[in-house]
C-alpha cells in the first residue's frame, strides 16, 4: 500500500481512490496496482503486482476485478475482500475464481443482493447477482378425496384412475390407472389425503414439502439438469424458477452452467440449502453490470 498526500491526494480521492486521512490518502494494493498501470503513478506495475501478491492471497483475482469494474466507470471503495462499487446504483462485489468453490456459510450473513464476479482461466470476468429470497406462490389446492397406493420401485402407483389428483397438479394419470412420485406420495400422506402411511426423510424431500408449503407448485427439474422446476400460479403458465438442492458448497463451474440453463428457458436458478432450522434459497442471475 501507499501514502499519497498533497495535491495528488486531492485529485486522486475526487476520482474515488484511496481512504482520506486529513490531507492525504491511503491506497490499497489494488489502487495501486491500477494508478501503475494507467500510469497515473510512477510505481512499477510489475513490483506492485509481485509485493502485493507476497502480500494478499488471490491478489491476481481482486485485481482483474477491480481492474474489470473501473475500466467500467465504477467508482470502488476496498473493503476487506470485496468492493462497495457505484455506478448507477450501488452493489458489493465478492471477486472469485471458477475454480472455487460457492460456500453457504461465507455468504448468508452478506448483505443481499451482492454480486458475485468470476475470474475464468482466460482471465475475463463474469459476474452473477446473489439474492437471499423467500420464495412465494398463490396455490394451495390439493385433492379432494384419499387415494389408495401400492409402492414398487420409486413410484407410488394407483391402479384407479387419478384424474383429479392430476389436475391439482399431483402425480400423472394413465386412464385407469396413475402414478406419482415418492415425494408427491409422501407430501398427500402428510396431508391425510393418502390410505396409506408413507413418509420420506431426506434434504431435497424437505425442499420439496417446504416449497409446497409456500404455494408453489414443484415439479421434476431433471430436463434441465437441477431437481426441480417451480410454477407460482398455475402449470399453464411457464415455470419460473429451476431449483437445485446442495450441501452447503457447490462448484462455481456447475453454478455456471445451470444458470445459462435458466437464462436459456428463461427462468431463475435458486439454490436451496437446507439447515437443521430452516432453508436458505439463493437466487443467481446473469448480468452485465
Known sequence: MRRICGSLA???YSRGFGKRDKKCVELSWVELAYLSEKKFLNDNFADVIRNASSEIPDFDIHY???????????????????????????M??????????????????????????????????TY??????????EYKELPEQKISLEFYGRRAFS????????????GKNEGDWGHLSLMEASYL?????????????????????????????????????????????????HSKYLVHVIPGREEIQKISRAVRVAHGVRKSLILAYPTKKDILYFKFSWIRP
Request: glycine share 8%.
Open 10 to 12: 486531492d485529485k486522486l
Open 64 to 90: 482483474l476485478v477491480y481492474r474489470n469494474l473501473r475500466d467500467r466507470g465504477y467508482i470502488l471503495k476496498v473493503e476487506d475482500g470485496y468492493f462497495k462499487g457505484k455506478k448507477n446504483y450501488a
Open 92 to 125: 458489493d462485489f465478492y471477486p472469485i475464481s471458477d475454480m472455487d468453490l460457492f460456500y453457504t456459510s461465507d455468504v448468508k450473513n452478506r448483505d443481499s443482493p451482492f454480486i458475485l464476479s468470476v475470474v475464468d482461466s482466460d482471465g475475463e470476468v
Open 128 to 137: 452473477y447477482m446473489v439474492e437471499i429470497i423467500e420464495p412465494q406462490g
Open 159 to 170: 391402479f384407479q384412475g387419478i384424474p383429479e389428483v392430476e389436475k391439482k397438479t399431483y
Open 189 to 237: 400422506s402428510e396431508k391425510g389425503l393418502s390410505h396409506n402411511n408413507f413418509k420420506m426423510k431426506g434434504k431435497i424431500y424437505k425442499v420439496y414439502h417446504d416449497l409446497r408449503e409456500r404455494g408453489l407448485i414443484v415439479k421434476s427439474g431433471f430436463k434441465y439438469g437441477t431437481h426441480f422446476r417451480v410454477y407460482e400460479k398455475s402449470m399453464e403458465e
